[in-house]
């Protein structure tokens, strides 16, 4: 079983960056891909990028594509998230989510696919 605990959100305006940090602990993190995904006040949680578990194949919401950025470094056990030219829009709690794979080159888009949750870091993002 792997843990994950997010950090790096706060308070910023519109225009600035944020860098999250999604760590792993528990066992490795390399087996797994990792999800980004973001619930804002009283809506669903939504899908925000994928990272394979190789870290070559990733994909985007259309609503990020160009601003976010997302990498892993499995020596590390972590996955990041580098988040810029933020929006109001982008205002949500931020949760990193794994599923353990046995192919390089996957990854997952549906919530239901992946078993292991972090709480969330906030990321409000002022006008």
């Known amino acids: 079983q792997v843990q994950l605990v997010e950090s790096g959100g706060g308070l910023v305006q519109a225009g600035e960056s944020l860098r999250l940090s999604c760590a792993a602990s528990?066992?490795?993190?390399?087996?797994?891909?990792v999800g980004w995904f973001r619930q804002a006040p009283g809506k669903e949680r939504e899908f925000v990028t994928t990272?394979?578990?190789?870290?070559?194949?990733?994909y985007y919401a259309d609503s990020v594509k160009g601003r976010f950025t997302v990498s892993r470094d499995n020596a590390k056990n972590a996955v990041y998230l580098q988040m810029n030219s933020l929006k109001p829009e982008d205002t949500a709690v931020y949760h990193c989510?794994?599923?353990?794979?046995?192919?390089?080159?996957?990854?997952?888009?549906?919530?239901?696919?992946?078993?292991?949750w972090g709480q969330g870091t906030q990321v409000t993002v002022s006008s």
């Open positions: 989510a794994a599923k353990a794979t046995s192919y390089n080159n996957y990854y997952y888009l549906a919530e239901s696919a992946y078993n292991y």
């Open positions: 528990g066992r490795t993190f390399s087996p797994y891909v």
């Open positions: 990272i394979s578990r190789s870290g070559t194949n990733i």
